[in-house]
């Protein structure tokens, strides 16, 4: 069965430090999303990337984040001056519409010190 | 602004119950709603959507329903087994676009 691959899983940094984690979406798959979830708190919904342009962002979602899908397999997520409350587990998901089934990848566990 | 609650928080149940977790949404004007697992550390799996236009959805020992008007949702788990042990989270998105908003989670753990 199709999955949504994340790396790395694991990502410890200083901050300061830029980040890009990495995505492979499913291969049919036409939207992509990044989430957030830190520790013991809600998933919070990041920005969703369609037709190689964001479609909706959130207040999170600043200048310090951006988005990228560099070829026809990867969707990154680039933080480019991480703080302490950007440590957070880090998720990546597709559809392949904008309203059915959003299937996720395991994680980016990203740890700022 | 979407509100998502699920109610309980955590719930112990021993095994071969049958149990009833609650999700609340504060706007109705929902396209979707997604019911997911999640393991300790790990990421979502996706057990079940339900469109708007729907009332219910089953999958195996699962079964969820949604009254929109009402905005709630709830995941029936039948003859639960301790390996049912994990977070479930709602989520719904918006006619506006295409976020999920999640609810807080229900933390399960099914005794042997």
């Known amino acids: ?113 | 602004k979407q509100e998502v609650t699920q109610i309980p928080a955590a719930l112990s149940v021993p095994e071969g119950e049958n149990l009833v977790l609650n999700c609340s949404f504060t706007d109705s004007a929902i396209y979707n709603l997604q019911w997911f697992r999640q393991d300790p550390g790990k990421g979502l799996t996706s057990l079940l959507l339900i469109q708007s236009s729907q009332r219910e959805q089953t999958s195996g020992r699962l079964n969820a329903s949604l009254d929109k008007s009402s905005g709630r949702s709830t995941l029936y788990i039948a003859a639960s087994q301790p390996g049912d042990s994990a977070t479930y989270l709602c989520a719904v998105t918006h006619n506006a676009g295409n976020m999920l908003t999640f609810g807080g989670g229900t933390r399960l753990m099914v005794k042997p």
Not at chain 1, 68 to 92: H, Q, V, W
Request: hydrophobic share 35%; proline share 4%; net charge negative.
């Open chain 1, 1 to 113: 069965e199709p999955e949504v691959t994340q790396t790395p899983s694991h990502q410890v940094t200083q901050m300061g430090q830029e980040v890009i984690l990495r995505c492979v979406p499913i291969s049919n798959h036409l939207y992509f999303y990044w989430y957030r979830q830190i520790l013991g708190q809600k998933v919070e919904f990041l920005v969703s990337f369609y037709n190689n342009e964001i479609s909706e962002k959130s207040e999170i979602f600043d200048d310090q984040f951006s988005v990228e899908r560099p070829d026809g397999s990867n969707f990154t997520l680039k933080i480019r001056s991480t703080k302490l409350e950007d440590s957070a587990m880090y998720f990546c998901a597709s559809s392949s519409t904008g309203v059915e089934t959003q299937y996720f990848g395991p994680g980016t566990r990203l740890l700022v010190l």
